[in-house]
């Protein structure tokens, strides 16, 4: 089964996303800032981790960071979905490593998609 962390600390986004994913046949894991995301991932290995940049205590920008910094993790895909659309934010979340990125408002059909190409 295919493994998704979603990070963000909307819980519209959260539940939408679950509840998509599940149906799609993902196990998830869910994580409300970047801290708790990196605690998940001391014991579990997602496919995909879908992360927000805003977030209290440790922000997306900084918890890709920690990612990429984890050699287990080199397998694990990356995709920021994000309220900060300036080309800056896009640029800086690309260079950090991630894989995509997505601004909100979203289209779940489309991160679906993109998710499902990073993985195959």
């Given at each position: 089964m295919k493994k998704i962390?979603?990070?963000?600390d909307e819980p519209n986004i959260v539940m939408s996303l679950?509840?998509?994913?599940?149906?799609?046949?993902?196990?998830?894991?869910?994580?409300r800032d970047g801290q708790e995301a990196l605690d998940i991932l001391k014991s579990h290995l997602p496919d995909v981790v879908i992360l927000d940049v805003m977030?209290?205590?440790?922000?997306?920008?900084?918890?890709?960071?920690?990612i990429k910094k984890e050699e287990r993790l080199n397998g694990c895909r990356v995709i920021f979905l994000s309220a900060k659309n300036k080309d800056s934010d896009i640029e800086k979340g690309l260079a950090l490593g991630a894989d995509r990125y997505m601004t909100k408002p979203f289209s779940i059909k489309k991160l679906v998609e993109q998710v499902n190409e990073l993985i195959t």
């Amino acid at each position: 089964m295919k493994k998704i962390l979603i990070v963000d600390d909307e819980p519209n986004i959260v539940m939408s996303l679950e509840y998509t994913f599940k149906k799609n046949n993902f196990e998830v894991f869910i994580a409300r800032d970047g801290q708790e995301a990196l605690d998940i991932l001391k014991s579990h290995l997602p496919d995909v981790v879908i992360l927000d940049v805003m977030m209290p205590h440790v922000d997306g920008y900084a918890t890709l960071e920690q990612i990429k910094k984890e050699e287990r993790l080199n397998g694990c895909r990356v995709i920021f979905l994000s309220a900060k659309n300036k080309d800056s934010d896009i640029e800086k979340g690309l260079a950090l490593g991630a894989d995509r990125y997505m601004t909100k408002p979203f289209s779940i059909k489309k991160l679906v998609e993109q998710v499902n190409e990073l993985i195959t």
